[in-house]
């Protein structure tokens, strides 16, 4: 594959080896050198040390220019345009046009949700995308003319957590990013561990209540179901529609109409100090805690940094995901426990994440 690609674009034969070493098995020494000495190395463009991250989203896609301090420095978006590949492509060229007409931009990393190959040059599942085995960084590199690296979302999202977060100094990290399902990453000795075929992480559908509630990748009872921002949403429009009167804030909120309750909905009553709100997160918070202790027990990670949407809850999630842990580990009392730490980058921490893989990947 490698000889065609180099008969056919041999700019992109010439960086795979050494892309395909970083991301696949960088060592946390060599990052942080490169990182911090600047050794990029590979003209003017490379040398600025600028990337930029595109993080595509079922809805949106969120573009930025991103630092080697992890800093996004300007910021471009765009509607996702519908699921063809193309349109997709010409999407991420216009983004890249825009934010690099005043900065001189070395390399460009694309998150989004679904597998990539190991390589980072292949979508092999895209669940929102009409990628299926879309030789993306090929296409990208040639529309683009500059490296490219393509990476799972929540691949991204942990590593910049690691480089630039709450995940920094933890040789074992594991990210959890809780938004309308659950993504996971883990950060191992500094380089993305992404299992024997690039799908690691899919931590959301342990199964964790068998014959439980059905999940879209098929099976029923995944964790998923149970610790997300749509299964917050769910529990609280079959409380709202019970009649409950404990639930008269929840209607008012969404005007009397249950369909209407999402997990935002929810998370802001609870902020705002609405007791059922504040059960039903803590529900999801114990849910939550639940499998990072059978996570421990098979990683045993030093932290669990929780990102996405849902995170905006706070304390309100993670304190009880805190005692449901400590109340589920494995051998609790006789190890030390992995600390749970909220994730410190927001929603940008996907396009930060790609940029600075796509940077490293580069200046190898
Ligand atoms: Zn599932």
């Known amino acids: 594959m490698h000889a065609e690609r ?15 070493d970083a991301w696949a098995g960088s060592s946390t020494r060599a990052i942080r050198s490169a990182a911090v000495h600047g050794k990029v190395g590979r003209g003017a463009r490379a040398e600025s040390g600028l990337a930029i991250g595109i993080d595509i989203g079922g809805t949106k896609v969120a573009a930025g220019v991103v630092d ?63 990628w299926r085995n879309e030789p993306l960084r090929e296409n990208l590199e040639r529309l683009l003319r500059r490296p490219v690296l393509l990476a799972n979302d929540a691949d991204a999202a942990a590593w910049a957590e690691w480089r630039f977060g709450a995940g920094q100094g ?24 992404r299992g024997r075929w690039g799908v690691a992480g899919e931590f ?12 879209e990748c098929g099976n029923r009872g995944c ?26 804030e929840l209607l008012r909120a969404a005007n009397g109409n249950p369909d209407t309750i999402s997990g935002i909905t929810v998370t802001e009553l609870a902020r705002a100090g609405d007791a059922a709100s ?60 992995a600390t749970i730490a909220l994730a410190a980058l927001g929603p940008r921490a996907g396009l930060i994440g790609a940029a600075d ?4 990947a580069a200046s190898r």
């Open 68 to 130: 080697r301090s992890g800093a996004v420095i300007r910021e471009a978006r765009r509607l996702t345009p519908g699921t063809d590949p193309r349109a997709v492509e010409q999407v991420i060229v216009e983004l890249v046009d825009e934010l690099s007409s005043d900065h001189a931009i070395g390399s460009v990393g694309i998150g989004a949700a679904g597998w990539m190959d190991l390589d980072g040059g292949t979508v092999l599942f895209s669940p929102h995308l009409a």
């Open 278 to 337: 504040r059960e039903l997160l803590e529900d999801v918070g114990e849910w939550l805690g639940l499998g990072l202790a059978n996570l421990a027990a098979a990683l045993d990670p030093g932290k669990f940094v929780i990102g996405g949407g849902l995170c905006d809850a706070g304390e309100l999630l993670v304190a009880p995901a805190r005692r449901a842990f400590a109340r589920n580990l494995t051998g609790r009392g006789f190890r030390p426990p």
């Open 6 to 20: 180099s008969r056919r674009n041999p700019h992109s034969a010439r960086v795979a080896a050494r892309r395909q």
């Open 223 to 248: 964790w998923e179901q149970y610790a997300s921002g749509n299964a917050l949403g769910r529990e609280a429009r079959e409380l709202a529609r019970a009649n409950s009167p404990v639930a008269q």
């Open 170 to 193: 933890e040789d074992r990290l594991v990210c959890i990013t809780l938004g309308t399902g659950i993504g996971g990453a883990m950060v191992i000795d500094g380089r993305v561990e």
């Open 204 to 215: 959301g559908h342990q199964i964790i209540v068998p014959g439980g509630h059905r999940c």
């Open 357 to 360: 893989l796509s940077r490293v």
